[in-house]
């Protein structure tokens, strides 16, 4: 061993081969089914049904509660606090979570900061790439020929924590017409059950509906959304995807949009168009140059002011030459 490590103790070996051991391990799915949590899973808000019966701090003593604390730290108090009164049948709802989502711990009575589970909101966000092999190449903001494939990506954490054996969470993906008519299935391809397998998924991936073909559509501007599907929770009360915009005519241009629309969305969906405008900004002078310039003059001086010395030192000048020649 290097002479430099033979001081170091024991422990602080094993404490790097646990960590390296912990970076390698995979986020594990769910226990038997869905709806068995187990310590260090994420659940969503909107679930129900769930068992946190494995969260327990001690056999027979019941979860009561679930609580983040500020920091994540127990010695600093707690910062938000999700009763729990049944805790082989809960249902975690938006008005318990609010903004404090996060790592929260299993709280029993006597018994506090022991079993820990991450809570989030479910959140799907769809971009347009290439179809494959070309799914690193994205089209947002650029125009392509009609009838070039393409594919949605699908991007979620739903899709790597909602996950036990073939139960996955679910999105249809919903085109609209320039005239507002809503469609899951377009150009002979069915969109309207996409199982969220991953964290990151293409609609054109092995096993999944294929790739989005825009061709033969009257000209005008269709637009691309992920909706809910699966958990019925989420269905119904989770925010759908941010919206895809084609613009159809000699060639596609494709816009997405930052916005995230709600469950319930209108027919026409809103569209946001961001538009940069060079302007040229004429840089004001710095106040303290200015004060310097007003209330500093640089000194000059004028002939009258200066005939006060140099005529004296002129004729003094003349004396001490007279005076040389005569010697």
Not at 8 to 34: E, K, M, Q
Not at 129 to 136: D, E, F, M, R
Not at 223 to 252: L, M
Not at 293 to 300: L, S
Request: proline share 8%; hydrophobic share 40%; charged share 15%.
């Amino acid at each position: 061993m290097n002479p430099r490590y033979r001081s170091l103790p024991a422990v602080f070996f094993c404490t790097i081969l646990l960590l390296s051991a912990a970076a390698a391990t995979p986020v594990a799915a769910r226990g038997a089914t869905i709806s068995d949590v187990s310590p260090g899973d994420t659940i969503f808000v909107y679930e129900t049904g769930l068992n946190l019966t494995a969260l327990r701090n001690a056999p027979d003593v019941p979860v009561t509660a679930l609580r983040l604390y500020t920091d994540n730290n127990p010695a600093k108090g707690v910062a938000n606090e999700i009763s729990v009164e049944d805790d082989t049948n809960f249902e975690l709802r938006k008005v318990d979570v609010e903004d404090d989502a996060g790592t929260y711990y299993a709280y029993s009575p006597g018994i506090d900061a022991g079993n820990w589970i991450m809570i989030r909101y479910p959140e799907v966000e769809i971009d347009a790439v290439l179809a494959a092999p070309n799914h690193s190449d994205r089209i947002s903001g650029i125009s392509i020929p009609i009838g070039t494939p393409i594919a949605i990506k699908l991007s979620s954490r739903v899709g790597q924590n909602y996950r036990a054996g073939d139960t996955t969470a679910a999105v249809e993906i919903v085109i609209i017409t320039p005239g507002g008519a809503e469609l899951t299935s377009f150009q002979g391809v069915d969109y309207s059950n996409i199982p969220l397998r991953g964290s990151e998924i293409y609609t054109d991936d092995p096993g999944m509906p294929g790739a989005l073909v825009l061709d033969n559509l009257e000209q005008g501007t269709y637009k691309v959304q992920a909706r809910w599907t699966s958990p019925q929770g989420f269905a119904d009360y989770a925010d759908d995807s941010n919206i895809i915009t084609f613009s159809v005519g000699e060639k596609i241009a494709v816009n997405t949009t930052p916005t995230t629309a709600t469950t319930t969305a209108p027919t026409t969906l809103p569209t946001t168009v961001i538009t940069t405008t060079a302007t040229m900004t004429v840089p004001t002078p710095s106040p303290s140059l200015t004060t310097a310039a007003t209330t500093t003059p640089m000194p000059v001086t004028t002939m009258t002011q200066a005939s006060g010395t140099i005529i004296p030192a002129l004729g003094a000048a003349a004396l001490l030459l007279f005076a040389l020649r005569r010697r």
